[in-house]
């Protein structure tokens, strides 16, 4: 008897265990996962238009937009011993250009909302851009609403990844006269980024987690090298010194923040 009652209570432990990692219906349970991307120049945060941000060699900007997109973006987990990734979403669009001010800012901008299943994952990874396989691709293979039925750039067959628009204080007389373009696509300038570190979910209880896209990483090398608008403030190209420059620091301007 004695065992007959230990064996029904492992089997009711087991069942209370999985319970928790199951649904209503017996399937995984899932919880509400939210990526937001916010955006910032340095420490301070980043809006739109009437901003004036400090830039090298006494040169000020102020921004009139801000644009990406993300490809891949997935959680990642192991599973017996094998490294995996729940898929988020292929693709999204982001954009700043109606952040204007600061509480946009922190707010930040909405780039999935979704259920995912309840792990402990061990990081997550993200491509800046538009990935290979679906840069192959244009517009009219999607409907009206879809993130890449836009942004297109006929003549480089290619997507264009991102855009940082502004207009630029060359002079340092206060006046903002130059605009700045900077247009940026091409496979050569897609790159990806891994964030390593647990972000634990539980069923029931939703979780944000924050892209942050710093600005002045981008237009600034860790070594102080920056890109400077007098030598151009125009490009719209894969492979011109700007869209070279901006292409290779974008790994290195973001980080990931949980809420």
Known sequence: MKQILFLFALAAAVFVAGCGNSDDNGGPATTELTLLATGTYG?????????????EDNMA????????????????????????????????????GNVFTDED????????????????????KIGLGVSPELNATIPPDYDLTHPLSQNYWEDA???????VEGNADLDADGQFQDKLTYHVGG??????????GAIDLEKGTPKTLALNIDLQKILIKGDGTYWDFREGQFAHSTTSPAAVFMGENFPNAVRLETR
């Open 43 to 55: 420490d301070d945060p980043l809006v739109m238009f009437e901003r004036t941000y400090e830039y």
């Open 61 to 96: 900007l102020q921004m009139q937009l801000l644009q990406t997109y993300l490809s891949d973006i997935a959680l990642v987990y192991e599973e017996d011993g094998v490294e995996k990734e729940e898929l988020m979403t292929d693709v999204a669009l982001v954009s700043f």
């Open 105 to 124: 800012a922190a707010e930040g901008v909405e780039v999935v909302k979704m259920e995912v299943p309840v792990r402990n994952y061990t990081g997550l």
């Open 157 to 163: 067959s290619s997507y264009i990844f991102f855009k």
């Open 187 to 196: 496979d050569n300038n897609y790159s990806t980024v891994q964030f390593t």
